[in-house]
């Protein structure tokens, strides 16, 4: 049977998360990878093939709040015809290390890759592509939250701590400003 038109791929159909998907092209293998960096302009289409990695779904009211959160130029992954088939980017943070003394961080976060183009290197090469831009910056640290926690070791990651309790009074606790007023009355 004869292949639909190219068009008719265009349909996202890799739920949750309706995210671009990174057919039509040509197959994983063959396909040329281009590392790119988030644009604020792109956001929603970048947030969408993350969620795809993590099987989630942000409800379309809470975007613009995670848009306020992130600094898109901290942001990156590769694109195959202008479509995300991977991502990975940082927050910026502060570490308090022994001794009492605060480092920059890099807060690692959104490490996904399309199943399709998954055992290919894309997270290594994210990751050093990452750690360059972190001393770049200046950040002598990088942490995350491990969904995975076997991987990283590779990578120089050691396990700090394996619970985290936050505590707080809710009354004080609040939204950081800019967020707040992206959520609006949500
Ligand atoms: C985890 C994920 C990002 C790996 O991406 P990838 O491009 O396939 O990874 P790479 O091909 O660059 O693999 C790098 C190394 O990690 C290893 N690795 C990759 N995924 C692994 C896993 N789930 N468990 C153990 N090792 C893994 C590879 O074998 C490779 O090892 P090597 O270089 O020593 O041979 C991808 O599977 C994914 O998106 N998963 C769903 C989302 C997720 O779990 N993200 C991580 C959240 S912490």
Redesign the pocket.
């Known amino acids: 049977m004869p292949l639909p038109p190219a068009s008719e791929y265009d349909e996202d159909d890799d739920a949750p998360g309706n995210a671009p998907s990174p057919r039509p092209g040509p197959p994983p293998h063959l396909a040329e990878l281009t590392l790119t960096t988030l644009t604020a302009d792109r956001f929603e289409e970048f947030h969408r093939a993350a969620e795809r990695?993590?099987q989630e779904e942000t409800p379309p009211e809470f975007l613009e709040a995670e848009l306020a959160a992130t600094e898109p130029e901290r942001f990156f992954g590769f694109t195959v015809g202008g479509r995300w088939v991977s991502t990975f980017g940082s927050v910026r943070r502060m570490l308090t290390v022994p001794g009492g003394a605060a480092v920059p961080m890099s807060g690692v976060t959104a490490?996904?890759?399309h199943s399709a183009y998954?055992?290919?290197?894309?997270?290594?090469r994210s990751m050093a592509h990452e750690f360059e831009l972190a001393r770049s910056r200046g950040e002598i640290v990088a942490a995350?939250f491990?969904?995975?926690s076997?991987?990283y070791g590779?990578f120089g990651y050691g396990n700090a701590a394996s619970e985290l309790y936050l505590s707080g009074r809710t009354d004080a606790l609040v939204l950081r400003p800019e967020a707040a007023a992206a959520l609006g009355d949500c």
């Open positions: 990695g993590f490490v996904t890759v998954r055992r290919r290197g894309l997270l290594r995350l491990a969904a995975e076997g991987i590779r």
